[in-house]
């Protein structure tokens, strides 16, 4: 199955309609559409083509939202680099994606100089003012099984894997979100969390889909994203918990009766949060995602909220949950990914037999049918909405000479909700200060360890596998 090019189709259905808003200026789809005509025409004049793999490196700002449009109307599979990362782990994403061409925002020349390699690498200055090679669209229709994006998220191995999402999987996670949330009239999306990441992608996508204006903010800022909700520009805004409290913070009166959905990703919210956005009347809307179903598969409504405090919610409607034999959470639905790029075993691993989604998650069902996450993928520790993996920063920490034994666990925060703690042992005395100088050159900053924890020996059980439990306790 395949459908007409979304972004000409959205023009052909509501030219006049608003598509983005950035940095106070709006724009129409017809307007965007001719913007991004020609980026896809200068991209085609540096040999970018149908089904090439093409690294994205940008913010959120217009200049990159214009590329990732003429990227899909060239046709190519882009693959997006969470702008956090250091050289290293962007050039091992470039590498195994088998990247042909890495386009960046000037802010990040630096970085892509030592990440590409032999990849050539294209300032979006350079794109903007080359000339057009005449190409002006290379696919009239998007086929549904087509590779649109892939995004990187690491894995208990501790090397991060390449998640293939097609245009089904942007499709049917739009369908199910709106048959969930509803669309109405004057609708808007705000979109403040990053657009390398698949909730703020998941945003731009249902813009074009469901023709209505994303507000695209380059950060998050309280104060200002507190003035679009109590103006009633914006009805939609997708948060994760650290975003919560600090518009919490800034809360002065009510939001605008129009504002109607504060979606809530990146793990569950406290009952405290829960009471405060209640007694406030801020429609938050819990949900449960991976980058592997595109974005949200299960929600909690907020009128359940209070009711079922700690719930995910229940599978939007064209997917399905069950509970394996082993507790594990397992998803079908059309929104969830083909698979792992380049990497047959880690897809075959994913998927039970019956192609159920194994998530590595742990939960249980009640009996009203909504879902309880007890442990996210075991060990995983998410801090600000960012998803980190222990494993790849023990493996990190292992490099270095005297270490011996490293376990890095989760610690609970305030601000970020989760940080990660470090527990090593050294064969000789080791300062915090070099761990940490030797990870700040390794490491994203947000998956340094906040603290470095000496132990003479690991806790461990009798067949050696260590208690991450009591490193928690300690």
């Known amino acids: 199955m395949e459908l007409t090019n979304w972004l000409e189709k959205r023009v052909r259905l509501s030219p006049k309609r608003t598509a983005l808003v950035f940095d106070g200026k709006q724009e129409t789809f017809s307007e965007i559409y001719d913007a991004v005509q020609k980026v896809a025409g200068q991209l085609a004049s540096f040999g970018v083509r149908d089904g090439m793999f093409v690294a994205l490196l940008g913010k959120n700002d217009r200049d990159t939202f214009l590329m990732l449009h003429a990227l899909q109307q060239l046709g190519t599979k882009t693959v997006f680099l969470n702008n956090r990362l250091t050289a290293t782990e962007m050039g091992y994403q470039i590498r195994d994606a088998r990247v042909e061409r890495c386009l960046y925002a000037a802010d990040f020349a630096d970085v892509m100089a030592n990440a590409a390699g032999d990849v050539r690498a294209v300032a979006f200055t350079e794109v903007m003012m080359a000339e057009s090679s005449g190409v002006t669209q290379a696919v009239s229709h998007f086929p549904m099984e087509t590779v649109a994006s892939i995004m990187y998220t690491s894995g208990t191995t501790g090397k991060p894997k390449g998640v293939m999402q097609t245009f089904g999987n942007h499709w049917w996670s739009a369908t199910g979100s709106m048959l969930n949330l509803g669309l109405q009239e004057g609708d808007s999306w705000l979109c403040a969390v990053p657009i390398f990441h698949i909730s703020g992608l998941s945003i731009l996508m249902r813009s074009v889909i469901y023709g209505i204006p994303v507000y695209l903010e380059e950060h998050f800022d309280a104060k200002r994203v507190d003035q679009f909700l109590r103006s009633g520009e914006v009805t ?204 700040e050159e390794r490491l994203a900053k947000y998956k340094i360890p906040h603290q470095f924890h000496f132990l003479d020996e690991l806790p461990k059980t009798a067949s050696q596998k260590i208690q991450r439990h009591k490193l928690k306790k300690l």
């Open 236 to 439: 939609i805004i997708s948060v994760v918990t650290t975003m919560v409290q600090r518009l919490l913070d800034t809360y002065t009166k009510s939001y605008h009766p129009k504002f109607r959905c504060m979606l809530l990703g990146g793990g569950p919210a406290s009952k405290a949060i829960l009471e405060s956005c209640f007694a406030k009347g801020i429609p938050l809307i819990q949900s449960f995602g991976m980058t592997e179903t595109a974005s949200q598969i299960v929600t909690l409504p907020p009128e359940d909220a209070l009711q079922k405090i700690g719930a995910s919610g229940k599978p939007l409607f064209p997917a399905e949950v069950k509970i394996s034999d082993q507790d594990e959470i397992l998803l079908k639905g059309p929104n969830i990914t083909a698979g792992y790029l380049h990497n047959e075993a880690a897809t075959q691993a994913a998927f039970d037999a019956n192609g159920w989604f194994r998530t590595g998650d742990i939960g249980y069902l009640d009996q009203d049918g909504f879902l309880f996450v007890q442990e996210r993928r075991s060990d995983l520790i998410i801090s600000g909405g960012e998803n980190i993996y222990p494993t790849e920063i023990e493996h990190v920490l292992l490099e270095y000479p005297t270490v011996l034994e490293v376990a890095v666990v989760a610690k609970q925060d305030d601000k970020w909700g989760e940080v990660p703690v470090a527990f090593l042992v050294t064969t000789k005395e080791t300062s915090e200060e070099q761990l940490h100088q030797f990870c």
